[in-house]
C-alpha cells in the first residue's frame, strides 16, 4: 500500500476524534442550552461501570470455563455445556457448532483488553492443546470464519504484541496462525462453485464431499460477503495468497449480482447461477454485514473499489430502506414497493457503521428510535412492526445496539450515549443475568429465559460495554490502530503494510468520480440532541402511551398472533384456557383495572361486547364477513393461514384443524376448494435424494416430509414427481408452535412448475398429527384455508341444531317429549 492511501486511512481514523472535539466546541458555544445532554456521567460512575462489565464478563466466562468447557457453547440455565451431536439438536441453528470451543476461541481477545494477561496465557494454552478440526462435522462457513478464524488470527496478533510490550508469553511460536490456516484450509471447498460464492455450510472433514451436501445451492448475501476482513488478514500473515484471492472473487461476484437499476442487494441467492432467491433488500438479517465488510475492507486494505461499491450501496439504502429513523425492506427490483411491515434487531449495527463512514445525523436518529424500542419493552426484540409492537419476541443478548451506542459516543463525545449503555447494562443484569452466566430471553413480553447463551455475548456484548465505559488510558492498546470485524475481533492497520494483491480500480469504468465523493464526515455543525429531540415521542409507548388510531376488532382478532394478545392485554383482557389445552379454547375476562388507561379499558369493553357477537354468530352471511389478514410481508398470500384438518377418530363427526402456513411456489387453495387424502411419510423423511424408499405408496395420497437439507420447493418437486396430491413439510426445529411463531410463507426459486398445494407445518403441530397417524394409520386429512375450516364446522353445527330441533318438534306433536319436571314444587 502507499503511503498516501496509509496517510488517508489514518486520516479517516482520526475524524471521529476530531469531529467530538469539534462537537464539544460546538456544545460549549452554544446558546440554546435545551441541547444540552441532560445529564453528564462523572468519571467515578463511569469507572464503576467499567468495572461492572468487567465483573459481568467474569461472571459469564468462569461460568463457561467451569461448567461447559471444552464445549462450544455454555447453557446457562441447565449449566453445562453445548456439544454437536450430543446435545439435542436444534437444527440449522447448531451450524455454527464445531465441537472446536467456540465461545473460548471467541473470547480470547476480550481478555487482552481487559488487560488479563495470565488467563489470556493460560486460554491460549488450553487452545493450543485441546482444539482441533479434524471432525466429520457440517458447519456454517460464515459463522466458523468470523467466529473461530478470526478468533485466532486477533489471540494471534495481540499474543506478539504482548511479547514485545508486556514481555510475556515468549514461549508463544504462533501456534494459533497456523490453526487459523488450517482451519482456512477446511473452509476452502466451500468456494470451488461456478461463480466463486461459497457454500453456505461445509463438513470440516469431507469438504463438499459430504453426501447432505449434494444439494446444497442456496447462501446469504451476508453470508458469502463477510469473508474477506480474516481471509485476508490470514493470507498476509501467513504469506498464502489462496485466501484472500477467494475472498476478493466472491465480492467481485456479489456486486456484479447488484440490481443495476436500484443498485440494491437481495437476501438470498443460489451460489450456482448467480439468481435471487429473495429479492428483500434492507439492512438488518442477511445482508447487514456485507455492507459493513464492503467499507472495512476498504479501511483495512486501502482498496478504492470497496469504498466506491460501499457508497453506491449506501446511497441505495438511503434513498429507498431509510424512512426517516426507520429501515424497511424493500424489494431490490422495484425499490418503492416494501417487502415486509417489520424490522429486525440485526440492524441495530447500522448506525455504528454510519458513524465510521461519517454520515452522523442518520446514524443519531435511527439510534435514537432503537433506544425507544429498548424503553418500550425493556429489551430490544428480534423484530417489531412498523407499529413498533413485538413482531417476534426473543432477546438473545445481541451485541449491535450497544456496538453503535459506543461509535456514536466515540464519535461525539454525548454522554446521552454513555446513559445509554448504563441503561442497557442494568437492563441485562435485571433480566438476563442467572447464576451459571447470562441467559437468552425467550420472550421480552414474560421475560422468561432461553437455555442459550451465544459466544458473541463474551465476544462482543461485554466487550463493547467495556470499551464504552473505558477511558483510552484504561486500555493497554490504542484500539485505533484496529478495525473491529463484525465478531468484534481486533485486526491491525499495519496488515495492510503486509502486501496487497488487490489492484486499483480506479482506472476501470465500473465506478467513476461520483462513488468517491461520500468520503468524509459531514457534520452541518450536528450536536447530536438537536437531531434527536424532534424524535423524542417519535415510538408510542417510550413516553406517556398514546392511543393509536385503528382499535383492534373481535373480527380481526387471532389468537396466534403476538401483536394482538399485546393489544388486548392492554385493553385490561385476560385469557385463561379452558378444558384441554389441545383444542385451543381460551375465556376471555375483562378488568378496567388492568388495562393501561380509561380509554383502552373501554376499547376493551367494547372487544369484550363483539366477541359476544361473533360467539352467536350462526348464519354463513355473517361468518363470510370472517378474514384471515397477512400481518407479515405483504407480497405473502392474501389468505395465509391454512388449516390441516382431520376426524379426531372414525366414527367422530367432530373434526379438529392444525394451523399451517402456504407456500408462494404452489397454487393457492381458494374459496371452498381443498385437497383430502390419506398421508404417509416420505422416506428419507427429509425427502432430498432423487428418490424416495416409498414411492409405490405415495400415489395419490398426501406426502409428509420434514424441512431441512434441501429447498422447500424441491421436496415439492419431489412430492409431485411420485405423485402425491399434496405436501405437508414439517419444522426441523423442536419445540416450534404456530401459537407462538410467527407463521410465515415458503418462498421458492421463481419457477412455476409445481402443481400440488403446499404448506408449512410448526413442530408442535406435527406432533398432534404424528400421534394422530400412529392412532390411525390410515388417517386421511383435509388442506383447506382455516377460514373455510371455520365456516364448514359452523355450517355443520348449525345443520345439527335444525335436525335436533325438528327431532323436537316431531317428538312434541307425537307426546312423546317428556315433560319439564317444575324448578320448585309447591
Keep these: 500500500m502507499s503511503s498516501t492511501t496509509l496517510s488517508i486511512v489514518a486520516q479517516r481514523l482520526l475524524l471521529p476524534s476530531l469531529l467530538s472535539l469539534l462537537l464539544l466546541i460546538v456544545s460549549v458555544i452554544s446558546d440554546d442550552a435545551s441541547t444540552m445532554p441532560t445529564q453528564n456521567m462523572s468519571h467515578k460512575e463511569r469507572a464503576e461501570l467499567r468495572e461492572e462489565s468487567r465483573e459481568m464478563f467474569y461472571h459469564a466466562y468462569h461460568a463457561y470455563m467451569e461448567n461447559a468447557y471444552p464445549a462450544d457453547e455454555l447453557m446457562p440455565l441447565s449449566c453445562k455445556g453445548r456439544y454437536r451431536g450430543v446435545t439435542p439438536s436444534r437444527g440449522d441453528m447448531d451450524d455454527i457448532l464445531g465441537n472446536f470451543s467456540m465461545t473460548l476461541v471467541d473470547s480470547l481477545d476480550t481478555l487482552v483488553l481487559l488487560g488479563d494477561f495470565a488467563e489470556f496465557e493460560h486460554a491460549v494454552k488450553l487452545v493450543i492443546r485441546d482444539v482441533q478440526f479434524d471432525s466429520d462435522i457440517i458447519v456454517s462457513v460464515f459463522e466458523t470464519n468470523i467466529r473461530m478464524v478470526g478468533g485466532l488470527l486477533s489471540a494471534h496478533i495481540l499474543a506478539e504484541y504482548l511479547q514485545k510490550q508486556a514481555d510475556v508469553m515468549h514461549w508463544y511460536k ?30 470440516l472433514r469431507l469438504g463438499m464431499k459430504d453426501p447432505m451436501l449434494k444439494k446444497s445451492r442456496e447462501t446469504c448475501t451476508a453470508c458469502a460477503g463477510t ?168 432477546h438473545h443478548l445481541r451485541p449491535e445496539f450497544i456496538e453503535s451506542t459506543y461509535f456514536l459516543y466515540r464519535a461525539t463525545g454525548d454522554h446521552h450515549y454513555l446513559q445509554v449503555g448504563k441503561k442497557a447494562l442494568k437492563t441485562l443484569q435485571k433480566y438476563a443475568k442467572v447464576s451459571c452466566g447470562y441467559a437468552a430471553v425467550n420472550d421480552v413480553r414474560t421475560g422468561k429465559h432461553e437455555d442459550r447463551m451465544d459466544s458473541f455475548v463474551l465476544s462482543e456484548t461485554f466487550k463493547y460495554l467495556f470499551l464504552l465505559f473505558s477511558e483510552p488510558q484504561d486500555l493497554i492498546i490504542n484500539v485505533d490502530e484496529f478495525v473491529f470485524t463484525t465478531e468484534a475481533h481486533l485486526l491491525p492497520l499495519s496488515i495492510a503494510q503486509l502486501g496487497n494483491s488487490t489492484f486499483s480500480f480506479r482506472q476501470s469504468d465500473e465506478h467513476n468520480v461520483l462513488d468517491f465523493m461520500r468520503t468524509c464526515p459531514s457534520s452541518n455543525k450536528l450536536f447530536p440532541e438537536k437531531v434527536r429531540k424532534p424524535l423524542r415521542n417519535f415510538i408510542t409507548g417510550s413516553c406517556p402511551r398514546t392511543i393509536s388510531g385503528k382499535r383492534l376488532s373481535a373480527l380481526d382478532f387471532q389468537a396466534s398472533n403476538a401483536d394482538h394478545l399485546r393489544a388486548v392485554y392492554d385493553m385490561g383482557i385476560t385469557m385463561v384456557s379452558v378444558g384441554d389445552r389441545s383444542q385451543g379454547k381460551v375465556r376471555l375476562f375483562h378488568s378496567f383495572y388492568n388495562a393501561k388507561s380509561q380509554e383502552e379499558g373501554e376499547m376493551g369493553l367494547q372487544f369484550m361486547q363483539e366477541m359476544l357477537e361473533l360467539t352467536k354468530m350462526q348464519s354463513m352471511n355473517q361468518l363470510a364477513q370472517l378474514q384471515v389478514r397477512n400481518s407479515n410481508a405483504k407480497n405473502y398470500p392474501k389468505h395465509l393461514i391454512m388449516a390441516v384438518a382431520y376426524a379426531l377418530d372414525e366414527q367422530s363427526q367432530d373434526w379438529t384443524a392444525l394451523v399451517a402456513g402456504p407456500s408462494h411456489f404452489s397454487p393457492e387453495l381458494i374459496g371452498e376448494q381443498f385437497v383430502e387424502g390419506e398421508v404417509v411419510l416420505a422416506s428419507p423423511f427429509r425427502a432430498c435424494d432423487e428418490k424416495l424408499e416409498n414411492s409405490s405408496d405415495i400415489s395419490g395420497k398426501i406426502l409428509v416430509a420434514e424441512r431441512g437439507d434441501c429447498t422447500f420447493v424441491s421436496k415439492a418437486r419431489l412430492a409431485q414427481k411420485v405423485g402425491a396430491t399434496a405436501l405437508i413439510v414439517c419444522d426441523n426445529v423442536s419445540g416450534s408452535s404456530g401459537e407462538t411463531q410467527p407463521m410465515f410463507a415458503m418462498s421458492g426459486d421463481g419457477k412455476d412448475d409445481v402443481a400440488i398445494p403446499v404448506v408449512f407445518m410448526y413442530s408442535q403441530e406435527f406432533s398432534k398429527l404424528s400421534a394422530a397417524m400412529q392412532r390411525r394409520p390410515q388417517l386421511r386429512v383435509r388442506i383447506m384455508q382455516m377460514v373455510e375450516f371455520k365456516r364448514w364446522q359452523l355450517a355443520k353445527e348449525a345443520h345439527q341444531n335444525e335436525t335436533a330441533a325438528a327431532s323436537a318438534a316431531a317428538a312434541l306433536a307425537a307426546g312423546t317429549m317428556p315433560k319439564k319436571k317444575p324448578d320448585k314444587e309447591l
Excluded: C
Design 227 to 394: 469473508i474477506l476482513l480474516e481471509f485476508a488478514a490470514l493470507s498476509r500473515l501467513t504469506g498464502d495468497p489462496i485466501f484472500e484471492v477467494r475472498a476478493h472473487a466472491a465480492m467481485d461476484a456479489l456486486w456484479k449480482l447488484r440490481h443495476r437499476g436500484s443498485d440494491l442487494m437481495g437476501t438470498v441467492l443460489n451460489i450456482h447461477s448467480g439468481d435471487w432467491i429473495r429479492r428483500d433488500s434492507g439492512v438488518g438479517a442477511g445482508i447487514d454485514s456485507y455492507y459493513e465488510y464492503l467499507f472495512k475492507s476498504y479501511v483495512l486494505l486501502g482498496d478504492d473499489k470497496y469504498l466506491a461499491r460501499f457508497n453506491r450501496h449506501y446511497n441505495a439504502v438511503m434513498k429507498y430502506v431509510s424512512e426517516g429513523p426507520m429501515l424497511l425492506d424493500v424489494l431490490m427490483h422495484r425499490p418503492h414497493a416494501k417487502s415486509r411491515n417489520f424490522m429486525d434487531s440485526l440492524l441495530a449495527f447500522w448506525p455504528g457503521l454510519q458513524v465510521l463512514s461519517g454520515d452522523l445525523k442518520p446514524a443519531v436518529q435511527t439510534h435514537e428510535m432503537l433506544y425507544q424500542v429498548m424503553q418500550m419493552h425493556t429489551l430490544i426484540p428480534e423484530a417489531w412492526t412498523v407499529d413498533f409492537q413485538i413482531h417476534w419476541g426473543q
Design 174 to 203: 504462533g501456534e494459533m496462525l497456523e490453526m487459523a490456516r488450517e482451519l482456512g484450509y477446511r473452509l476452502l471447498p466451500a468456494f470451488n462453485t461456478t461463480t466463486g460464492i461459497p457454500h453456505a455450510r461445509v463438513n
